[in-house]
């Protein structure tokens, strides 16, 4: 298994990457460095390769756009989280969908081939996993893949999506992100940890495209609004925003925007507004630099013993079980 990077943009012209021919690597290893400055790109980058999966975290600041010539002789599996950024794939290859990734959306692909070019236009912090088949195959082993279009790809070996359009990076599954990011074990026990992590993001990804209302079209335009009111959501957290206020803020009358909103982020404003809070919520708890008071006021809850039920009702267990 190997990959082939060329560009004229990188202090590297040329980078090759060689994999065991089982998978990315025999058991567990980590390879983590500084990306040092050159054509004003910079930043880090930090690789945990397992047997079957490959992890990559990027944080790079991008001074200008630049492009990357790709080849990889494996079937390329990935899921990509975009956090903060753009990332537009094209292939050299006929009948090879483009595969375009816009900042806060994520999306799982299937190439049996690739050979192409990336092109990157701006900043960008994202978690990108390579699977193999087997590792991909073991998750629903005995079981029918829940979107038939996309385990017909992966059977027949075609290129295929899993959903035509990125969709929005959902809080839960930047809270499971952190928890690939954070290091809470180490050997047998992160290789097992790491798994199940990606497991489950794969599983939400899968279940956010079977919601229904991502079946509904929206223009670009109200599209746009949306995430500028989620953007405010998730920026303003200690606001206390009435849908009237959003809707105004927006540009949009309120009942399209929670109907639009529901349709597009799967939650309605105020479920999302809830969940965005107690997942950061529950991050600042598991950091252990903050009291349970001063986390409740930062996420917007008036009371301390509102936030406490909240918090149970969400996970289960009282704030000070995370501290």
């Not at 050299?92 to 483009?98: R, T, Y």
């Not at 990804?205 to 919601?211: C, K, L, P, Y």
């Not at 950091?287 to 013993?305: P, T």
Request: charged content about 25%; overall charge positive.
């Amino acid at each position: 298994m190997k990959t082939i990077i060329r560009s004229e943009d990188l202090r590297e012209k040329i980078i090759v990457r060689q994999y065991p021919a089982t998978g990315f690597s025999q058991g567990i290893q980590i390879e983590q460095h500084e990306i040092q400055e050159f054509n004003g790109i910079s930043g880090t980058e930090k690789r945990t390769a397992l047997e079957g999966a490959l992890i990559v975290e990027r944080e790079l600041s991008i001074a200008r756009p630049y492009m990357l010539e790709v080849e990889h002789d494996f079937p390329f599996l990935k899921m990509q989280f975009e956090m903060l950024g753009y990332s537009n794939f094209i292939s050299a290859l006929a009948g090879v969908p483009a595969v375009e990734i816009l900042g806060g959306t994520h999306r799982l692909f299937f190439l049996p081939e690739v050979r192409g070019r990336l092109n990157y236009r701006q900043s960008r912090t994202t978690l990108e996993i390579n699977l193999t088949l087997p590792f991909f195959n073991r998750i629903f082993a005995g079981s029918d893949f829940p979107i038939p279009s996309f385990g017909q790809g992966l059977m027949n070996h075609t290129p295929v999506l899993l959903h035509e359009k990125p969709l929005p990076i959902l809080p839960a599954m930047r809270y499971c992100i952190e928890g690939i990011r954070r290091e809470y074990y180490t050997g047998a026990l992160r290789k097992i940890h790491l798994e199940a992590k990606i497991t489950e993001l794969l599983l939400m990804q899968i279940h956010q495209v079977t919601q229904p209302g991502n079946q509904l079209r929206i223009n670009p335009a109200d599209r746009d609004k949306l995430y500028y009111v989620k953007e405010l959501i998730e920026g303003n957290l200690y606001e206390h925003y009435t849908i009237l206020q959003l809707a105004e803020l927006a540009g949009m009358n309120d009942c399209k925007l929670k109907r639009l909103f529901k349709a597009q982020f799967g939650l309605t404003l105020f479920e999302y507004l809830t969940e965005v809070r107690l997942t950061q919520a529950r991050q600042w708890l598991e950091e252990g630099k903050l009291s349970v008071d001063e986390i409740a006021s930062r996420v917007g809850y008036r009371y301390a013993q509102h936030f406490a039920a909240a918090f149970r009702r969400k996970f289960g267990a009282n704030p000070k079980a995370f501290t």
